[in-house]
C-alpha cells in the first residue's frame, strides 16, 4: 500500500474485482486492491468457458491479472478488510491489521462461500471430483459416473443438465422426498437412477472418488459427485456501511443470499458498488469479471459526475470572486513576479510609430507598458485595481529612470470613468464577464482625445484550443469586431483582426497564437 487515500478501494481480488480494477486503474483512477488471498476456486485446477483461458489454473489467470494491472499504477495489499465507515464524502476502509485507507468510493467484490451438505468427505474433494456447474466442469466428467446429490431446489435441473454430459447419471436423494410425478417420469425415460438412502460418507481410494456410502452401509459407485451448495455472499464487511444480505432466488427458489444492487453495481449506499458473487451468485469467471468491468466504468462515471459539480461549483465561485480587489492582491503576493517584465507585443506593434503625447495605461500591473511608454517620450497614467501591483510597477519605473513621467493610480475602471482626454488609451489583456468589459470599453472609448487611438488587446477565443495552457474562462474572451461594435464608425477609423504570433506552451513546445486586436484612431 503505497498512499493512504485513493479514488477507489477494491476489497476482494478475484476475477471481479481485477477486472474492475483495470477498468478503473486505465481511467487512472487511484486504485487500491485489498485481498486475503482465499479465493472461492482455489481448490480448482481449471477453470473454463473463459474464452482464450479456457483450462487455464485461476491461480495464473489472477496472477497474470494482477501484473497487467499494476502496470496501470494500481496498489495491493495482502489484508482483509473487516470493517468500513462513512468520512468525509467517502469511506475509511479498516484492516485486519489496524492500519486504515481513506476511498472515495468502494467496489466490493467479496464473492460467496459455497456451504455444502454435511456429508463425511465431501468438502475434501470440492472442486476436483465433486462439482455444482456443469458448465464449468462437466466436459472433464463426461461419461463418468456421476451421483447429483439432492441439496438444492434446482438438483432436478442440473440432473437434467448432467444427464447431457453422461449416460450414467444417479439422483441421490440423500434421505429427501421422492420424486413423484412428471418428475419420476422423466427420469426414468432419461434412463437415471433413485438413490433414497441417506449418504454417510464419500469413498475415496487413490485420490479419486469410488463411491458413497449410505447410512444403510452400501456403498454405490460413482466416479464423481454433483451437488448444489447453498450459496452465502461474504458480507460481513458490508455490513459495517449497514447492508444486510437478502435472499437470492432463482427461478422461484431461494438459493442463498447476496447483497442487492441496480444492474450496474450500485448498491443502497451510496459510493458502495458490489460485482461478482456477492451479488450474483450464479455468476462464473467469465460473468463476474464482465459484471465488474461495467461496474468500473459506472464507478469512474460516478466519480466524474461528482468532480463536475465540484468543478463547476469552484468555476462559479471563481468567476464571482477572481476579478475583486482581494483576489488581485492575494495573486500579486504570492509570486515575487506575475508577469515578464516586458511590454506587450501588440503595445510595441501599434504604439512605437505614434507620436508621445498623453497615455492611460489601463490594468498596468507591474508596469513593464508604462514604462516603456514612459522610455519614448509619453506621460503615463498607469491604472491598476491592486496596490501590490502598483507598488511593483513605481519600483520599476525608478529603477528605469522614469519615476517622473509617469503617475500611477490606485483605481476600478469597470466602476468609473477615467478623468481627462488621453491621445492613447491602451487596455491590454482585461479579461471580465461580457456586462462589466462592455461598460469599460465605454469608459475607455470616452477617455480617447480627438486624433487619439484605443488600443484593446486580448487573447483570442481560438487560443482555446491550443496548448498555450490559458485559465479555461471561455466566456471571459472576446472577437475584436466585438468591440469595434460598440464603436461608431463616424467617430471611429476602425481596425478589427486577429494578430498571430510564435509562443511556447507549458511543455516546450512552438505554438501559434492568436491576439485579439482593436485599434481605433478618433476622428
Request: charged share 20%; glycine share 10%.
Amino acid at each position: 500500500m503505497q498512499q493512504d487515500a485513493y479514488d477507489v478501494v477494491v476489497i476482494g481480488g478475484g476475477a471481479a474485482g481485477l477486472s474492475g480494477a483495470l477498468v478503473l486503474a486505465r481511467s487512472r483512477r487511484s486504485v487500491l486492491v485489498v485481498d486475503s488471498g482465499e479465493p472461492r476456486n482455489a481448490p480448482a485446477a481449471h477453470m473454463h468457458n473463459v474464452l482464450g483461458h479456457d483450462g487455464r489454473s485461476p491461480a495464473e489467470l489472477l496472477a497474470a491479472g494482477r501484473q497487467e494491472i499494476s502496470g496501470y499504477g494500481a496498489d495491493f495489499v495482502t489484508a482483509t478488510a473487516v470493517a468500513a465507515r462513512r468520512s468525509d464524502g467517502g469511506f475509511v476502509v479498516i484492516l485486519d491489521d489496524e492500519r486504515e485507507v481513506r476511498a472515495r468510493r468502494l467496489l466490493v467484490t467479496t464473492g460467496l462461500v459455497d456451504e455444502l451438505p454435511a456429508i463425511d468427505g465431501l468438502r475434501q474433494r470440492w472442486g476436483r471430483d465433486v462439482a455444482h456447474c456443469p458448465y464449468c466442469h462437466g466436459w472433464e466428467l463426461r461419461d463418468q459416473r456421476i451421483g447429483v446429490i439432492v441439496s438444492s431446489p434446482l438438483a432436478f435441473h442440473a440432473t437434467q443438465m448432467w444427464r447431457q454430459l453422461s449416460p450414467h447419471v444417479l439422483y441421490l436423494l440423500n434421505g429427501g422426498p421422492a420424486p413423484v410425478g412428471e418428475q419420476a417420469e422423466e427420469l426414468a425415460a432419461r434412463g437415471i437412477a433413485v438413490v433414497a438412502e441417506r449418504i454417510a460418507s464419500v469413498q475415496v481410494a487413490g485420490d479419486r472418488i469410488t463411491g458413497v456410502r449410505l447410512e444403510t452401509g452400501a456403498v454405490v459407485a460413482v466416479d464423481a459427485l454433483a451437488v448444489g451448495p447453498r450459496f452465502v455472499a461474504r458480507s460481513a464487511f458490508l455490513a459495517s456501511l449497514g447492508l444486510e444480505p437478502a435472499d437470492f432466488a432463482m427461478n422461484g427458489h431461494v438459493l442463498g443470499s447476496h447483497i442487492p444492487a441496480d444492474p450496474n453495481g450500485a448498491t443502497a449506499v451510496p459510493g458502495v458498488w458490489v460485482a461478482g458473487n456477492v451479488t450474483n451468485l450464479g455468476a462464473t469467471v467469465a460473468v463476474a469479471a464482465a459484471a465488474a468491468q461495467t461496474t468500473g466504468a459506472m464507478i469512474n462515471m460516478d466519480l466524474i459526475a461528482e468532480e463536475t459539480r465540484e468543478a463547476v461549483t469552484a468555476y462559479r465561485h471563481r468567476i464571482a470572486t477572481m476579478f475583486s480587489e482581494d483576489a488581485w492582491e492575494e495573486r500579486y503576493r504570492g509570486r515575487d513576479a506575475v508577469w515578464s517584465g516586458n511590454p506587450n507585443p501588440q503595445l510595441v506593434a501599434d504604439a512605437a510609430d505614434l507620436p508621445a503625447g498623453r497615455a492611460l495605461d489601463v490594468g498596468c500591473g507591474e508596469g513593464a507598458d508604462a514604462v516603456w511608454l514612459a522610455q519614448r517620450g509619453w506621460q503615463v497614467t498607469a491604472v491598476d485595481i491592486s496596490t501590490v501591483a502598483l507598488g511593483r510597477a513605481a519600483g520599476h519605473a525608478a529603477s528605469a529612470g522614469v519615476a517622473d513621467r509617469i503617475t500611477f493610480s490606485h483605481a476600478d475602471l469597470r466602476a468609473a470613468a477615467p478623468s481627462g482626454e488621453y491621445d492613447l488609451v491602451s487596455a491590454q489583456f482585461m479579461h471580465l464577464p461580457s456586462e462589466e468589459r462592455q461598460q469599460l470599453w465605454k469608459h475607455l472609448a470616452g477617455a480617447v482625445a480627438p486624433g487619439g487611438t484605443l488600443l484593446i488587446v486580448g487573447h483570442h477565443p481560438s487560443d482555446l484550443a491550443t496548448t498555450v495552457g490559458r485559465m479555461h474562462f471561455p466566456d471571459m474572451l472576446f472577437l475584436p469586431e466585438e468591440i469595434a461594435a460598440t464603436l461608431d464608425p463616424a467617430q471611429w477609423e476602425l481596425t478589427a483582426e486577429a494578430r498571430s504570433r510564435q509562443v511556447k506552451d507549458p511543455e516546450g513546445r512552438k505554438i501559434t497564437i492568436n491576439d485579439a486586436v482593436l485599434v481605433a484612431k478618433r476622428r
